[in-house]
């Protein structure tokens, strides 16, 4: 195989991704090359872009880890892949070691991150271990009325609140609370809602409240602009109660990413809730980490989701128990410097998808 693709390059902070070319090698035995279909642009790309947030893998790299496309070469050893659908996940875990085979394949330390550790997905083509790929059907990605591109942001726009919530045990009758329904947040409310917990969406953007809402993926929105922070909880309780659902037992979900978001959402605790700190960001809180202890409740986090549950968060979506359609929009490879400035500025309401 002499075939040319390409790929777009990060070679500095904040300089033009440059295109250049890339070479399609036959792939080694247990790895596959998929021909990508799409690529969701992350707030982690930008960290990497225009934040200085170091990349393992030295510059220049291509970008990208919200993967989906066509494997169309396969080593010797993942042959069965050829020809299919596939969702690569955005952590690829070895899946020989102790932790992968305990099932902890997000903390594995030989794992490989497309755009971080490896060439990322900003390409035509990209070169990955076979381990972990998650078919997709194609037959019911049509009649879900989904292209193999949308369901790209299944990467890790929807795996990794699907591996929040599934840590935190919701379960129905559960009272969850999603703060920061943007990209990841509006998933993860409609992954709870789904998994039939009774979600309070809290943002302070209307527009993404209102979204959420008129998807089903939240039975109450909070604007947390217009509510003074110690209320927030008595308004939560007041809805409870309201509800018939426990005042006790909350999962929180954190997907704000902002430190405010962060003492919002800690400030939400009850007696044996469960906080699920989703969203990231570099800036410090000041908490009292004791109301951890008085409230008997527990903090928890997760890299990414395991390639084990990237099949059941496929299934939500192809049921159309999980809409996506809303939340996307594809644009092309090639105006990436144009989309990673929309996405910087904020101009984009809805997760780009890069289509080479
Ligand atoms: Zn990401
Ligand atoms: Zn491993």
New binding site residues.
């Given amino acids: 195989m002499t075939a040319i693709g390409k790929r777009w390059m990060m070679s500095a902070i904040g300089q033009p991704l440059l295109e250049h070319a890339l070479e399609l090698t036959p792939p080694a035995a247990s790895e596959v090359t998929v021909q990508i279909a799409g690529c969701g642009v992350c707030h982690t790309d930008l960290g990497y872009y225009y934040n200085g947030v170091r990349t393992n893998h030295p510059l220049p790299l291509a970008l990208g880890h919200e993967i989906s496309g066509r494997v169309v070469a396969a080593g010797s050893d993942a042959e069965s892949w050829l020809g299919r659908a596939v969702i690569i996940p955005a952590v690829i875990?070895?899946?020989?070691?102790d932790?992968?085979r305990r099932g902890k394949?997000t903390i594995?330390?030989?794992?490989k991150m497309p755009g971080n550790d490896i060439q990322g997905g900003f390409a035509t083509h990209i070169t990955v271990p076979a381990h972990g790929l998650c078919a997709v059907d194609e037959s019911r990605l049509r009649k879900a009325e989904l292209s193999l591109a949308d369901v790209a942001v299944v990467a890790d726009a929807v795996t990794t609140p699907y591996q929040a919530v599934i840590q935190a045990r919701v379960q129905p009758g559960t009272l969850s609370v999603v703060n920061g329904v943007g990209g990841v947040g509006g998933y993860c409310a409609q992954i709870a809602t789904a998994l039939g917990a009774t979600v309070v969406a809290i943002d302070v953007d209307p527009k993404k409240l209102e979204a959420i809402a008129a998807v089903g993926g939240a039975a109450k929105t909070i604007n947390a602009r217009e509510v003074d922070p110690k209320d927030m909880k008595k308004l939560v309780g007041a809805f409870a109660k309201e509800r018939g659902l426990p005042p006790k037992e909350w999962t929180i979900f954190e997907c704000s990413g902002t430190a405010a978001g962060q003492q919002t959402a800690f400030g939400l605790l009850v007696h044996g809730a469960t906080l699920a700190v989703v969203g990231f960001t570099m800036d410090k809180v000041e908490l009292r980490l004791s109301n951890l202890m008085a409230f008997h409740a527990r903090a928890l986090g997760n890299w990414g989701c395991v390639p084990e549950l990237y099949p059941a968060a496929l299934d939500l979506v192809l049921d159309g128990r999980i809409k996506l359609s809303q939340f996307v929009e594809q644009h092309p490879l090639d105006s990436i410097n144009e989309v990673f400035e929309s996405v910087h500025a904020h101009r984009l309401s809805r997760r780009a998808v890069l289509v080479p």
Avoid at 108 to 111: H, K, L, R
């Fill in positions: 875990p070895c899946g020989q070691c932790l992968c394949g594995c330390p030989n794992q």
